[in-house]
């Protein structure tokens, strides 16, 4: 059975029939503008311009492979779907209603895909190769090839910034707090990106510039804010954060997070979320306009010089409060660096130049991505000896 990635990729690359085009009660639809793939939750593709009769609507458009997965995604219970003008399925089992009770329409399209890319598909889907298309690719040109890698980095660039592009539009186009934010996001790595989200959307960037002088005070509203300054301590250090906090947090009149949204098991000690944020704190502290300074780098060496940082003394003999360690530096390593540039200075500076129409910070991120070195994995090793 085909999946609803594919549904996807018919829609985008406008890869179906769509002459004659009817709802499934009937109706003539004339498809004015496809939309924008929506990569995160919500509808599938945004801001869509579709003629359905004799009126114009513009709105969202979501795809399933039946119509009833509406139903097992309980979208019918999400307002979040209420401005879906459009449903597009492979095949229709039962009629849709939005949260607000509205009929949805919808149109089929098991009819309307070429034989040839339906073939394709299940060619792909169903083999048992690592590469799916490697028995392919004899026959495609070099040129062909140097297109495809070119759309697939662009694509990846674009992908890996919506969420810089969605905390953006939250912070009205601060870029400043957006890129605290952004970069915080992967000090938490995936198993704690999202308690640092939290954590700084709930310290904003320009209380961090107030106290840019003092480590100390930077590292207390850090750790404050993110609940770890509620216990009792025996080490005098956090003692000392812990009084600094209660003083920062009346006069910036905040809120500490949860602490219970932090996870430690099944993690190294060095991406303790403890450790992270000591070296995120020290960064701020060096970096006292870390956006500017980032997007100002001419090159590689001045990017990774920005994030060659370690935690602050205390960290260096301990992994948590009040428990001693083996005494060791803990700084960000080459290869952290070189993911943390990848993951989130390049598709920013790539973002940055596609939002401004300012194609030097685009062409600045491609080159720093080309002279990055290449990851090292059995996938990427397959796909050299393929000479791809």
């Known amino acids: 059975m085909i999946k609803e990635d594919f549904l996807h990729y018919l829609w985008k690359l406008k890869k179906f029939d769509f002459s004659n085009l009817l709802t499934t009660d009937g109706e003539e639809v ?8 929506n990569f ?5 593709f945004f801001n869509a311009k579709i003629k359905i009769g004799d009126t114009v609507w513009a709105g969202n458009v979501e ?3 039946f119509s009833s997965d509406w139903l097992k995604h309980k979208h019918q219970n999400d307002i979040a779907y209420n401005n879906v003008i ?5 095949e229709e089992d039962v009629k849709i209603k939005s949260q607000a009770g509205l009929n949805i329409p919808a149109i089929e399209l098991k009819s309307r895909i070429a034989k040839k890319d339906l073939k394709n598909y299940k060619l792909l889907r169903f083999n048992q190769n690592k590469i799916a298309c490697e028995n392919l690719l004899q026959n495609v040109s070099s040129l062909s090839k140097i297109n495809a890698i070119e759309k697939a980095l662009t694509d990846r660039l674009i992908s890996k910034s919506k969420k810089l592009e969605r905390i953006l539009a939250e912070k009205r186009g601060d870029w400043d707090e957006a890129f605290y934010i952004f970069l915080a996001r992967y000090f938490g790595m995936k198993t704690n990106s999202d308690a640092f989200e939290m954590l700084t959307k709930s310290l904003p960037y320009k209380f961090i510039l107030k ?9 207390a509203l850090l750790f404050g804010q993110a609940g770890f300054l509620n216990e009792k301590f025996s080490d005098s250090y956090p003692l000392e954060l812990k009084n ?15 602490v219970s949204i932090w996870k430690f098991s099944k993690l190294r000690p060095l991406n303790f979320p403890t450790i992270r944020i000591s070296q995120l ?9 870390l956006f500017r300074n980032v997007f100002e780098c001419p090159d590689l060496k001045c990017l990774k010089e920005i994030f060659k940082t370690s935690t602050t003394d205390y960290w260096k003999n301990h992994f948590v409060f009040d428990e001693i360690s083996i005494n060791k530096q803990k700084n960000l390593g080459k290869t952290a660096i070189e993911v943390l540039i990848i993951n989130t200075i390049i598709p920013a500076l790539f973002y940055f130049g596609e939002l401004n129409n300012e194609q030097e910070y685009k062409d600045k991120a491609l080159d720093f991505l080309l002279k990055l070195p290449k990851e090292k994995n059995s996938i990427i090793k397959i796909w050299e000896i393929l000479d791809f």
């Open 30 to 37: 004339r498809i004015l503008d496809f939309g924008k793939h």
């Open 40 to 44: 995160d939750s919500g509808p599938d």
């Open 63 to 65: 795809i399933h492979v």
């Open 86 to 90: 459009l449903h597009v399925v492979y």
């Open 211 to 219: 106290e840019k002088d003092d480590i100390k005070k930077i590292e």
């Open 244 to 258: 600094e906090y209660e003083h920062l947090k009346n006069k910036y009149n905040l809120k500490p997070i949860p």
């Open 281 to 289: 704190a020290k960064i701020l502290f060096v970096q006292n306009h």
